[in-house]
């Protein structure tokens, strides 16, 4: 092999070349955010190798060799050649050792370099692991919470119909001193407290149709476990270290603040008192002994996260955090646990009973639990694929979550989905505004549905959202009664459909000639492609604009052929030829808008789909190609029932 022939001097240079990447001789302490950019650096320094053209098959070739296979080979070579010319001299031939250790270092560097590629590739095209943050159990559920974990299963729900294998996770958190003086305030023991507010927060998945795979609570033992055993890594790989710490605490907010993030107000009374800046809520100074991680550490790693700006969606918020991490301000070394005195409703530091886990690192390690971390199947869907969270937690999941998950060797999310608030009635939702809507009442005027489509289809992720009761009645009857439920009743009347059939898209294909006709053709076409887009850059109110524009164009072509008129035409076989095509486009959109909308609306979009006979196996995102350009016809099909898609809101504040 000519690796063997290379000069002494040249071999010499890629060889330390090679050795100048640690990662070839020893396993990485470091996470693989930081060895890659290394790789990458040595990948870079080889290919600028003037040798690396030249030997860059063979050291293709090498990838599916281990070194001693190969090096075998080489040796039977040697001896040949031996044999044949006799004594090869030293100082152009490298020693079998020195080959050895070289061809060594290049099978690690290409098997590595392979598994990393792997690990980057399948986890992004086979599993998907979707999350919602976990929901702290100090009140109930509002609709800001019921957004994200809607927002979180249509993602989730979307990569199922691409065909991924999808999980969703959800679930709350319940340590910390604000569900323990909520459980005070509501007269109950804490932990009755908690099992009470976290069935309100099933309760609320199960309602609107979230459809998780998991719903974790952090009172839970295995979660308990799951925290200890990434602590005890932390810990081994040198991240935490003991120390003390004085400092504004802001009991309301569990978090230490500096002098620039507090200020004074004066309360009911008329004395002055420190506040936090951010929420207003009352801080005190606290001097105490505690764990700490190295934060400081972790400013590259996190700049090099960064670089995808893909990581962090919208771009706004990407830019924010970015804008944080290059600040660095940020990364001061963070305390990691709390006296247990202070704190004591929570997870016991592993070998010291007298502090427990801070709740920020103990809720964010939920996302590891729930994949059966620490047994090694939690790989399976690691790293999460998107992570759904409010703008209020983006510091937590933007800088402690990735830092921590580095530290302990772990990929950090591939993306973070950041969402703005929900305001009603133009106000900031809160309890002394007593403004803060249940999604249990907002269902019993709206149906689970109705307030999941609202939401879902009036935000906007960068930028607050209204919940006005005119504009979800208004939206409502609008969307789902007027254009999509008018859509189905109209083309399944008896006056026009007394058969009851579904007639065969591609056999009417190119009946309609209408400017109408053409244009709900044209909206068809791109709808699946345009959806997709807006899907997945997480721009949801964008499908639904899309499907509505469709459906609309549908209705008007619906206007323009005026098929009551044709029904009457009954010798007339063109009319009856163009009743059909007509009825049978109608509900050809109303097929894809269905389908389409699954997503976001998934209990209405089922029962739609199965008054229309849509098989379960024909509910994929590749079924959103209109029928008709596909190339073998599907059959004719009746439906059997009537179907009453949406009622119209009447007035939904009676
Ligand atoms: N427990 C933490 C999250 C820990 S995740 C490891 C928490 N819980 S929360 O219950 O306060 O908030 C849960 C989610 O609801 C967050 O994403 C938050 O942004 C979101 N919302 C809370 N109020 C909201 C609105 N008014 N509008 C939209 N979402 C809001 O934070």
Known sequence: ???????????????????????????????????????????????????????????????????????????????????????????????????????????????????????????????????????????????????????????????????????LTTGTDEHGTKVQRAAELNKLPTKEYCDKISLSFKNMCDTFHVEYSDFIRTTEVRHREAVHHFWNRLSERGHIYSGKYSGWYCVADEAFLSDA???????????????????????????????????????????????????????????????????GEIFKDLSISRP?????????????????????????????TVLGYPNENFRQFWPPSVQVIGKDILKFHGVYWPAFLIAAGLEPPKTLVCHSHWTVEGEKMSKSNTNVVSPFDAATQYSPEGVRYFLLRESVPHKDSNFSENTVQLILNADLADNLGNLVRRCTSNLINSEKEIPNPKLFADVLKSEQALKVKENLEFLKATAEKNYKSFNVHHVVDAVMTTLHSANQMFDYHKPWALRKLTSDLEAEKELKAVISLTLETVRVSALILHPVIPKLTSDLLDFLQVPQENRTWEDTSPAYLETSPSENRNYTKDCIFFEKIRDAKK
Not at 105 to 112: E, G, Q, S, V
Not at 136 to 157: E, M, S, W
Not at 281 to 302: C, G, I, M, T, Y
Not at 340 to 366: E, F, K
């Open 1 to 167: 092999m000519a690796v063997a022939f290379l000069s002494y001097t040249k071999y010499i240079r890629l060889l330390r070349c090679m050795q100048n990447s640690s990662i070839l001789y020893e396993t990485s302490k470091r996470s693989i955010m930081t060895t890659r950019p290394r790789l990458e650096k040595v990948l870079e320094d080889l290919q600028k190798n003037p040798f690396f053209d030249k030997y860059a098959q063979k050291i293709a070739k090498l990838q599916q060799t281990s070194p001693e296979e190969f090096l075998d080979r080489v040796s039977e070579k040697e001896r040949k050649i031996k044999e044949e010319k006799g004594k090869v001299p030293a100082a152009v031939r490298p020693s079998t050792q020195s080959t050895r250790s070289f061809l060594t270092a290049l099978w690690k560097y290409n098997h590595f370099h392979r598994e990393i590629c792997r690990s980057y590739s399948t986890s992004a095209s086979e599993y998907k692991y979707v999350t919602t943050p976990i929901f702290y159990v100090n009140n109930v559920p509002h609709i800001g919470h019921l957004y994200t974990a809607a927002l979180a299963d249509t993602i989730a729900r979307f990569n199922s119909m691409l065909g991924h294998k999808t999980i």
């Open 261 to 327: 993030d507090i200020t004074e107000k004066k309360n009911n009374k008329g004395e002055t008192m420190k506040v936090s800046l951010e929420s207003g809520h009352p801080v005190e100074w606290a001097e105490e002994d505690n764990f700490k991680f190295r934060l400081s550490a972790f400013q590259d790693d996190l700049k090099h996260w960064l670089k995808d700006e893909n990581v962090v969606r919208p771009e706004k918020f990407h830019k924010m955090l970015s804008q944080w991490v290059e600040d």
């Open 340 to 368: 247990l005195s202070r704190v004591s409703w929570g997870i016991t530091t592993p070998g010291d009973d007298s502090q427990s886990i801070y709740v920020w690192l103990d809720a964010l390690i939920n996302y590891l």
